[in-house]
């Protein structure tokens, strides 16, 4: 199995940007589709973004679109979350999760590891 460790979260002010970084080991990564997702205080965990075991097809929350963009790393055996224009309601605990099969999901419950999270912090 993989093990996923996020790094990259903080204090940004709105308008500024950060890079979250999932680092994975005991598996490659390109093995496993992955997943961001972000929980705030008293809400549902909710998807961010996805990308593909392939590497080549990505899918983003609406509210992310255009903002956002995923990455990887095979090298490095890391998956990226290029996160700009940062919002307040961008504030939230950041996860990482890998899947198995053909297309990426958007529900937690299609993702089988997961990291501790990051947390992310936009102050207006």
């Known amino acids: 199995q993989v093990q996923l460790a996020e790094s990259g979260g903080g204090l940004v002010q709105a308008g500024g940007s950060l890079r979250l970084s999932c680092a994975a080991s005991?598996?490659?990564?390109?093995?496993?589709?992955i997943g961001w997702f972000r929980q705030a205080p008293g809400k549902e965990r909710e998807f961010v973004a996805g990308l593909d075991w392939s590497g080549a097809n990505t899918n983003y929350a609406d509210s992310v679109a255009g903002r956002f963009t995923m990455s990887r790393d095979n090298a490095k055996n890391t998956v990226y979350l290029q996160m700009n224009g940062l919002k307040p309601e961008d504030t939230a605990n950041y996860y990482c999760a890998a899947g198995l099969g053909g297309r990426v999901g958007a529900h937690p419950w299609q993702f089988l590891y997961w990291g501790l999270g990051t947390q992310v912090t936009v102050s207006s």
């Open positions: 005991g598996r490659t990564v390109s093995s496993y589709n």
